[in-house]
């Protein structure tokens, strides 16, 4: 008898340890670099926006936006003043804080919350986390065998791209532009490279030490995709996309030899261009298909506020953009059209723009990030033409421009040269989120430093039909400190230490109202 | 299985926390029980000390973090306590018996480090959630109220209004300590109950009483719902189409009226004095202080003129059974039948200026109806 108690407790105690060990009922744990590949498609990539399709006697209803906003705040969109409201889903009150350079983005015209202007800091830097603990996890993932460990590198490489962009995003949403005399001391944001949750006040880091920052990942990210030109599809990032990203970064530095050597690195691999005389005006120029597309990332929401048709437009391409273009440029009835409308708005037409075609998936090619094999071109030529070597830059202007225009004529020298690509730059890359950024970097560039004024309206419609009873105008100056978003309401309050931007208060230019004679003839 | 890339996704669900460790609770327990004369008088009492180190606390972090919910270990908490159940027996006879027992029961908790000065929003010290220094824990905070305007019959606040320079930079534990008013504490000192019973031969009547002294409580809001986490109420929710609580046939009327009245007046959307009381100074676009409250309906909602004490006395149960005797059962082959006429809920002694909320869940909830009294009246039957 005592024996058997004995064997009875022997057991007993035996199997403690593994009843006291901790596990979770529902959630499953990371188990190998296949998970974490997962987790880079689910929350590591922005999810692309579309519409929801409500039914015939409702309007649909948009999912992510991600960062569209920077492209309301430039000199190509402009607001379609029309008779009766042509806003068909409430943009245009969330965008006045943004279109019209507002001191608060988040409120609206009438200084109320229209909405919370933390999106975009809180959407950068979640994806930062899961990058973070991406890179921290992956390292000791088992690897067997050599195709094992090619595929960890890509997801370690795809995971340092990905924190590089949106560090960029933050930097140059939040932080001054970088000029390399100064910007060891402008503020930019905080750093958080850490994969679990600080209970700390963070500080802002400097804006070199950001840049830094994303240079250093995408070095890591190099060497990480080397077996890995092309991903699986543009929408992942594979060695051309690290190439063209860091060119693009390096430009922003004014890093000019870096932005050429990594051009050339791209065009090297590939240097296809699509053809646009090739492209009839029926079709769409960008597609998941396009030779040109390396990389790109987030929905198309920006292609909605500028509908085809002519009562719901509520911005449209505004008139300096499309008088960019010349008569014989081939951009000009691919990437924009002007529609049947009485009023002939100008829309954009770069991804498929029609109602139907933008209900219920996203678009093809994004608005925010783009990587085309075009910007491997320009960035070669703005980088040599700031060096001076005009050689280089003329011929690579030539074979780029032999491809957008009926007749190619460079013959710009000097300055008027580098005023000519960056020029070349709007044009090409309109409404893919690099305005705003280019805008900003032209005011400190140490080469040739240039800024412009912009003008922007903001309409306000009332009565029972909701006709047009004001408009005010806005300016943005040159060099103006609006370039630079306040850091939002939600992070100061919570935070006060870290900090805001000097961002003035935008007055009111002129105005003008429903009582002045000159409106009552034309509207009536 | 996400369509735009064509492979599997996964998310976060939670995120690393490496530096959260175990709760450790030390408890200690004491108890006695005896009886004396006879079994007369009955005590049991028992007594406990818990420590707990480490709790766990939630805490809001910056967003840079990805996520702004955080569990961390956050501090010592002390729960004292003792309980203590008598019943006593002061007349036994033939025909008569009369009990009467009571349980009482007191805690005492206190938390020994303070929080950090952000960790609180303005809701959790309206509502009692906030730990402060020095202040027991579930004190619940008010603003102050002044009276009413002689003008418009609004309601009027110390809320630093004239002197917001000072407010300007504080942190949020810092800024709701110094504009807030402790309104006293949401558990109460005392709680318990007493239950008598009366028995006369065949007949047995039993009542048992509840009562609570020491918590203090909000009456419900007046200006739309008091408890709603939005605080979003303002006095535009006073329609026609709505009912509104009826303190407001009190409310002031004429200039004169502030001497003898609490009650605002009601500002409609199209009289002058409207914005004056539609939006807090703390609001606006220009404050550079911490978001003290959105309107001053809200303000009056929450202030301290509405706050009244929360004990009360209740009689839960009254019970009269009457037990038919054997003999007269026996023929009807039953051995046991009782007829039992109950009451519950029949009264509750409270503060006056409730006015039938329920003292229990005061104003920090939505508003609900009291307990309604009921009756029975039962037969029990055993074969």
């Known amino acids: 008898m005592k024996k058997i108690s004995y064997i009875l407790c022997g057991l007993l105690l035996a199997s403690c340890s593994d009843f006291l060990e901790e596990y979770s009922q529902d959630k499953s744990q990371v188990t190998g670099y296949e998970d974490l590949d997962e987790l880079l498609i689910g929350d590591g990539y922005l999810t692309p926006g579309y519409f929801i399709d409500q039914g015939t006697y409702n309007y649909p209803t948009p999912t992510e936006t991600n960062f569209w906003f920077i492209n309301f705040m430039t000199d190509e969109l402009q607001e379609n003043v029309d008779e009766y409201d042509p806003d068909w889903f409430g943009v245009r009150s969330t965008m006045f804080g943004y279109h019209t350079w507002q001191q608060l983005v988040g409120r609206d015209f009438h200084g109320r919350n229209a909405h919370d202007d933390s999106e975009m800091w809180t959407l950068a830097y979640e994806r930062v986390n899961t990058c973070n603990m991406i890179l921290a996890a992956i390292d000791q993932q088992p690897a067997a065998d050599e195709e094992a460990m090619r595929e960890r590198n890509r997801v370690k490489g795809e995971a340092a791209f990905l924190r590089g962009v949106y560090y960029y995003f933050l930097v140059n949403l939040y932080g001054k532009p970088y000029a390399p005399s100064t910007a060891q001391t402008t503020p930019g944001v905080p750093l958080k490279l850490t994969e679990y949750v600080e209970d700390v006040e963070f500080a802002r880091a400097s804006v070199a030490a950001v840049y830094r920052q994303i240079v250093n990942d995408l070095d890591m990210a190099e060497t990480c995709l080397q077996a890995y030109p092309d991903n699986k599809s543009p929408y992942r990032a594979g060695l051309r996309a690290v190439y063209f990203f860091r060119s693009r970064v390096a430009l922003y530095m004014q890093d000019w030899e870096t932005a050429k050597a990594y051009a050339q690195k791209a065009i090297d691999l590939n240097a296809t261009l699509l053809d646009l005389a090739t492209v009839s005006p029926d079709a769409f120029p960008f597609s998941r298909e396009c030779p040109e597309l390396v990389f790109s990332m987030g929905g198309n929401m920006t292609t909605a506020a500028i509908l085809l048709g002519d009562y719901y437009t509520t911005y449209k391409l505004s008139d300096e953009l499309c008088a960019l273009y010349s008569q014989d440029d081939l951009r000009r009835g691919r990437y924009f059209t002007y529609d049947d409308s009485e009023d002939n708005l100008p829309t954009l037409r770069k991804v498929d723009n029609t109602f139907a075609g933008m209900l219920g998936r996203p678009a093809e090619m994004s608005d925010c990030f783009v990587l085309r094999n075009s910007e491997a071109y320009l960035n070669l030529a703005e980088a040599a033409a700031c060096l001076n070597d005009e050689g280089t830059a003329k011929t690579t202007l030539t074979r780029f421009l032999a491809n957008r225009m009926a007749t190619v004529d460079v013959s710009a020298t000097g300055d008027d040269l580098i005023s000519f690509i960056r020029d070349e730059r709007a044009r090409e890359f309109c409404l893919e989120g690099q305005r705003w950024f280019d805008l900003r970097r032209y005011t400190v560039c140490e080469r040739l430093p240039w800024s412009k004024t912009i003008e922007h309206v903001f309409s306000l419609y009332g009565g029972k039909w909701g006709e047009w009873t004001s408009t005010y105008h806005y300016r943005l100056e040159p060099n103006d400190e609006a370039y630079t978003l306040d850091i939002p309401e939600e992070v100061r309050q919570q935070q006060p230490s870290i900090g805001s931007n000097p961002r003035p208060a935008r007055p009111v230019i002129t105005s003008e109202d429903i009582t002045d004679e000159d409106y009552e003839d034309d509207w009536y | ?383």
């Open chain 2, 1 to 383: 299985m996400n369509s735009y890339f064509g492979e599997y996704e996964s998310t976060v669900n939670t995120r690393p926390n490496p530096n959260l460790k175990w709760e450790r609770t030390n408890s200690f327990n004491l108890g006695l029980e005896f009886s004396l004369f006879e079994r007369r008088l009955q005590v049991e009492a028992e007594m406990y000390l818990k420590t707990t180190k480490d709790a766990f606390m939630n805490k809001v972090v910056s967003s840079v973090n990805g996520t702004t919910a955080h569990v961390v270990n956050g501090g010592d908490v002390t729960n004292n306590g003792f309980n203590v159940a008598v019943t006593v027996s002061p007349v036994i006879t033939k025909d008569w018996r009369w009990t009467i027992s009571t349980i009482f029961s007191k805690t005492y908790n206190k938390l020994k480090t303070s929080p950090a000065g952000e960790t609180y929003e303005l809701e959790d010290f309206l509502t009692g959630n906030a730990l402060v220094d020095g202040q027991p824990v579930g004190t619940f905070y008010s603003y102050k109220f002044l009276g009413l305007s002689p003008v418009d019959g609004g309601p009027l606040f110390d809320d630093y209004a004239d002197s917001r320079h000072q407010l300007e930079g504080l942190d949020k534990y810092d800024t709701y300590t110094t504009v807030l008013t402790p309104s006293g504490c949401r558990e109460p000192k005392m709680s318990g109950s007493f239950n008598t019973t009366l028995r006369y031969k065949q007949f047995h009547l039993s009542a048992l009483f509840t009562y609570s002294l020491g918590a203090k409580t909000r009456q419900f809001g007046m200006f739309g719902n008091a408890a709603d986490e939005t605080l979003a109420s303002s006095a535009y929710m006073i329609r026609p189409e709505n009912n509104v609580n009826n303190a407001f046939l009190d409310r002031w009327k004429h200039p004169g009226d502030e001497m003898h009245t609490n009650i605002p007046a009601i500002i409609p959307d199209g009289s002058d004095a409207y914005y004056k009381y539609s939006e807090h100074y703390s609001a606006l676009g220009d404050w550079e202080g911490q978001f003290i409250a959105s309107n001053y309906w809200d303000m009056y909602d929450y202030s301290d003129i509405r706050v009244v004490s929360a004990n009360y006395l209740k009689l839960n149960t009254l019970t009269l059974s009457y037990e038919l005797p054997e003999r007269l059962i026996k023929r009807l082959a039953m051995s046991r039948l009782e007829v039992r006429l109950s009451g519950y809920n029949l009264f509750t002694v409270c503060a006056k200026e409730l006015k039938g909320q329920t003292p229990q869940q005061g104003g920090f909830t939505t508003i609900q109806l009291s307990d309604r009294p009921s009756y029975s009246l039962g037969i029990n039957v055993s074969f």
